[in-house]
Nanobody, 126 residues
């Protein structure tokens, strides 16, 4: 069982930066693939980024590639999402997700993830 708590959301101007954090409970955090999703009003929850258990592999949605960076600190049971060059279209509730085993072919599907945080709001003003 893994419990996830996100923090770091807020209001930022376009072009600005934010860092989201996701603190996980449980001694098996270091064995989980971790990810970030987001959901804008009226839209489906969409994949943003994911990172392997070791941090050696990362994956990104095309819309955030080159602007966002996912990282993790297994000693602190925390995963981060550094968001730079933010755009108004990045406005959404951002969710942290965890999975003990995620297929690369399906990781962009929310159904592939077993654990979710409560979400943190990110608002980017133009």
């Amino acid at each position: 069982q893994v419990q996830l708590v996100e923090s770091g959301g807020g209001l930022v101007q376009a072009g600005g930066s934010l860092v989201l954090s996701c603190a996980a409970s449980g001694r098996t955090f270091s064995t989980y693939v971790m990810g970030w999703f987001r959901q804008a009003p009226g839209k489906e929850r969409e994949f943003v980024a994911a990172i392997s258990w070791s941090g050696g592999s990362t994956w990104y949605a095309d819309s955030v590639k080159g602007r966002f960076t996912i990282s993790r600190d297994n000693a602190k049971n925390t995963v981060y999402l550094q968001m730079n060059s933010l755009k108004p279209e990045d406005t959404a509730v951002y969710y942290c997700a965890a999975s003990p085993s995620t297929n690369i072919a399906t990781m962009r599907l929310k159904s592939a993830w077993g654990y979710w945080g409560q979400g943190t709001q990110v608002t980017v003003s133009s």
